[in-house]
């Protein structure tokens, strides 16, 4: 038996969902999701019990940070801290508020409330746009990374994807960074953006979206290297694209349940690209690894004939 799409039918931008150990839920017995600002949250929330029903949960972030203010407040990523609480990467207001940048928060529960603490952000590239779309990855030898887009597009200057390593626990960037890639397929328009990095089989897969989110075109692609640091070679052609349910689908964030791979992304109505109602909704996709090394996306399909 199936599901229907989208699994979360009005705005929720940007959405990354995580479980527990092996696909279960996590210690609580739920299943969560976060988002963007939107419906009078900092980050939204949903809460399910089988990954395609879900309820509206608490604001992860009630409180932002004294060098932050609210309303642009984008793209949190959750992920479990080594002594079991959550560490939360998010994009704010940076104390310059026309630019935005990534500040960490922490909760003891995967709803928070996050709290964050710092005196500034994280990581804020004043000079080229501003620094969004913080992605952290923990690799199997326990290193940890984050990866993130410098939001050059907002300025007039090219966005690259880049990436640093961070602490043991994942609180401290060290060392330098290190820029990935930039725009430079036909397909990916002005910019480059949310990456979201998968290993297989000794392949490190960094799932990005490109064209601009407020765009139909917008879509998804990858690119693969055999370490964390790259360097990454682009598969040229993106993998998800808009059809006739979903139109812009993208910023994708995956996880994995009895052996199969999801991906989580955002896409329009076709007839409502750029309004707030419905706004970008919550999609769900299976991810397939070819033998070949070969990476795909099932499209945007409104009955889907499986379940996680």
Not at 101 to 112: E, F, H, K, M, T
Not at 188 to 199: I, N
Not at 216 to 221: L, Q
Request: net charge negative; proline share 10%.
């Amino acid at each position: 038996m199936g599901f229907t799409n989208p699994v979360y039918a009005s705005n929720f931008p940007d959405p990354l969902i995580i479980t527990g150990p092996d696909g279960a839920p996590t210690e609580d017995g739920r299943y969560w999701a976060y988002a963007t600002n939107g419906n009078g949250a900092n980050v939204q929330t949903l809460t399910s019990t089988d990954l395609v029903s879900w309820e509206q949960g608490p604001d992860a972030l009630p409180q932002l940070p004294d060098w932050s203010s609210s309303g642009k407040v984008w793209a949190p990523e959750v992920i479990r801290h080594p002594d079991g609480r959550y560490l939360m990467y998010y994009t704010t207001r940076a104390p310059d508020p026309s630019i935005q940048c990534v500040g960490l928060a922490i909760g003891d529960a995967p709803g928070g409330p996050f709290v964050d603490d710092h005196d500034g952000p994280l990581i804020c590239e004043t000079d080229q746009g501003g620094s969004i779309d913080a992605h952290p990855y923990v690799d199997s030898d326990g290193n940890r990374y984050l990866y993130w887009k410098n939001d050059g597009n907002h300025v007039g200057v090219d966005s690259y994807i880049s990436v640093q390593r961070l602490s043991a626990d994942g609180t401290e960037l060290v060392g330098e960074p290190k820029q990935l890639f930039k725009q430079d397929q036909p397909w990916e328009g002005p910019l480059v953006e949310g990456p979201f990095l998968w290993e297989r089989d000794g392949t490190y897969y960094l799932f990005y979206s490109g064209n601009g989110f407020t765009s139909p075109d917008y879509a998804v692609g990858y690119a693969t290297a055999d370490n964390p640091l790259g360097p990454f070679t682009k598969h040229p052609d993106p993998i998800l694209t808009a059809n006739d349910v979903a139109a812009g689908p993208g910023h994708n964030a995956l996880f994995e349940k009895d052996g199969r791979v999801w991906t989580v992304y955002h896409g329009w109505a076709p007839d409502a690209v750029g309004e707030s109602i419905p706004g970008r909704m919550m999609w769900l996709s299976e991810v397939i690894f070819g033998a070949d090394g070969s990476v795909s996306i099932e499209p945007p399909q409104l009955d889907y004939p499986t379940k996680p």
